[in-house]
């Protein structure tokens, strides 16, 4: 038995098998499982530090491939392998890959949210990059042209698996964006895990986030997650949904441009009343109700005037005829005898003193002129600047005037009991109306009632 044991531990062997059990518990000094074929099952053995330098979890299922040697316990005759290394076998392998990119890529910040990019909500140019052969195409066709004819179809037919795909579908991003997409549609039907290894592609990856437009992916397998779908702006389960998300539906698009009008509409309501509440103000204010307030001081100043100078200028001229009396009375009682003389002289100089008190109250009349002149100039200067205004604002209200609009054509219809008619809705035949125009009113008679559709223009 010892020379058997001997004999057996010696050997290094290679092997595959599925994980059936695992035992890993903590403070364990190693991790114990079984592997087994379609034949037979083997315990195994392995030290926790190679396990754990090795970078692999087991679990059940999971195909791998051990390197290590059979040890014999010979006293119970119980035979175990004792493990080197261990690695995932197959497809096994391929997902340990994936997982080490993805955590690579991560790192680098690529996967993260904020990043990605919103889409666009109405396209103009779709990019489409899939093969030209299979379901997925004619889905993706068929869900644009469905939902959002009006945009253009940027397609890139390139190989979605095998060798040399993942650099086909590097090129074909790259052919869109520069032909002009706006958003970019990458997307394939579903396949093995083996399959969609390209979308798996680290320069893929780089690509799709270098990319100048958002990137949408749609790769039909649902349980798995590719590297791509990780890195892209928006994934979407499958190749139609990718789709509906870069495309919104037509009914959206009325219903949002119905939207916009009600709006616009009662945006502009608003703005009409604003104006109207200003004009009130405006024309409500003291300078408008009542203009000549602004000159009532003025006004005031000059009657004030006008009277001091009445009262002044007879003064002055009493007063000096008075003292040229008394120079006359004088010189006639000093000299008797030359008084004959002297006398034309007196009566010449009292004319020029008369000439100098009439010219002297000509000069204050043309200075009362003067001031009166510069203060109707001074209050025009004042008014000028609201006369245009005025004038801006009486127009507008008077464009707001339902008289107004009767003017440029419209008529306004009432019914027998005065109220407006705006609707055919309570309006019967036989019933009579009054039709007001722009120069009367017409009495008339309702000989039929007709009413008039209308209805938002849709695409398809």
């Given at each position: 038995m010892g020379l058997a044991k001997n004999a057996l531990e010696e050997v290094v062997v290679r092997l595959v098998g599925e994980v059936s059990e695992v035992n890993d518990k903590p403070g364990y000094k190693a991790v114990y499982f079984t592997v087994k074929d379609e034949k037979a099952s083997l315990p195994c053995m392995m030290w926790m530090n190679r396990y754990q330098a090795s970078g692999v979890a087991l679990s059940v299922g999971a195909l791998v491939e051990l390197t290590g040697r059979f040890s014999l316990y010979a006293a119970k005759g119980r035979m175990n392998f004792d493990v080197f290394s261990v690695?995932?076998?197959?497809?096994?392998?391929?997902?340990?890959?994936?997982?080490n990119l993805a955590r690579e890529l991560e790192a680098m910040g690529l996967m993260d949210p904020a990043r990605?990019?919103?889409?666009?909500?109405?396209?103009?140019?779709?990019?489409?990059?899939?093969?030209?052969?299979?379901?997925?195409?004619?889905?993706?066709?068929?869900?644009?042209?469905?939902?959002?004819?009006?945009?253009?179809?940027?397609?890139?037919?390139?190989?979605?698996?095998?060798?040399?795909?993942?650099?086909?579908?590097?090129?074909?991003?790259?052919?869109?964006?520069?032909?002009?997409?706006?958003v970019v549609l990458l997307v394939r039907g579903g396949g093995s895990f083996e399959d969609l290894m390209p979308f798996n592609d680290r320069r893929l990856a780089?690509?799709?986030a270098a990319c100048p437009v958002p990137v949408v992916t749609g790769i039909g397998h649902e349980p798995d997650t590719s590297i791509a779908d990780m890195v892209a702006d928006v994934r979407a389960s499958t190749p139609t949904a990718a789709a509906e998300a870069v495309a919104p539906a037509q009914g959206e698009i009325a219903a949002r441009i119905q939207g916009l009008g009600a709006a616009m509409g009662h945006a502009e309501s608003r703005?009409?009343?604003?104006?109207?509440?200003?004009?009130?103000?405006?024309?409500?204010?003291?300078?408008?109700?009542?203009?000549?307030?602004?000159?009532?001081?003025?006004?005031?100043?000059?009657?004030?005037?006008?009277?001091?100078?009445?009262?002044?200028?007879?003064?002055?001229?009493?007063?000096?005829?008075?003292?040229?009396?008394?120079?006359?009375?004088?010189?006639?009682?000093?000299?008797?005898?030359?008084?004959?003389?002297?006398?034309g002289a007196v009566g010449a100089a009292a004319g020029r003193l008369g000439y100098l008190g009439e010219h002297f109250g000509e000069r204050s009349r043309q200075q009362l002129d003067g001031a009166r002149g510069r203060l109707?100039?001074?209050?025009?200067?004042?008014?000028?600047?609201?006369?245009?205004?005025?004038?801006?604002?009486?127009?507008?209200?008077?464009?707001?005037?339902?008289?107004?609009?009767?003017?440029?054509?419209?008529?306004?219809?009432?019914?027998?009991?005065?109220?407006?008619?705006?609707?055919?809705?309570g309006v019967a035949a036989g019933e009579r109306l009054v039709v007001t125009l722009s120069d009367g009113e017409l009495d008339c008679t309702v000989n039929d009632v007709r009413r008039i559709h209308s209805a938002v223009e849709a695409w398809g």
């Open positions: 690695s995932l076998a197959g497809e096994g392998q391929l997902r340990l890959q994936v997982a990605k990019r919103p889409l666009p909500a109405y396209p103009e140019a779709i990019g489409l990059v899939t093969s030209p052969r299979g379901a997925a195409v004619h889905d993706v066709l068929r869900t644009l042209r469905r939902r959002y004819p009006l945009a253009r179809i940027l397609f890139a037919g390139v190989p979605v698996e095998g060798p040399g795909a993942a650099d086909g579908l590097v090129d074909g991003l790259a052919k869109v964006v520069f032909a002009g997409a706006e780089r690509t799709i703005r009409l009343d604003a104006l109207s509440i200003k004009m009130e103000r405006v024309a409500s204010l003291p300078l408008f109700r009542e203009p000549t307030r602004l000159f009532d001081g003025e006004a005031l100043a000059l009657d004030d005037l006008s009277d001091r100078l009445g009262r002044a200028l007879p003064e002055a001229l009493r007063e000096d005829r008075h003292r040229l009396g008394l120079i006359g009375e004088a010189l006639g009682r000093m000299l008797p005898g030359l008084l004959s003389a002297p006398r109707m100039r001074a209050g025009a200067a004042m008014t000028d600047p609201y006369r245009a205004s005025v004038a801006v604002s009486a127009a507008r209200l008077h464009d707001l005037s339902p008289l107004a609009i009767i003017g440029r054509g419209y008529a306004m219809a009432k019914g027998e009991d005065g109220r407006v008619v705006s609707s055919v809705d």
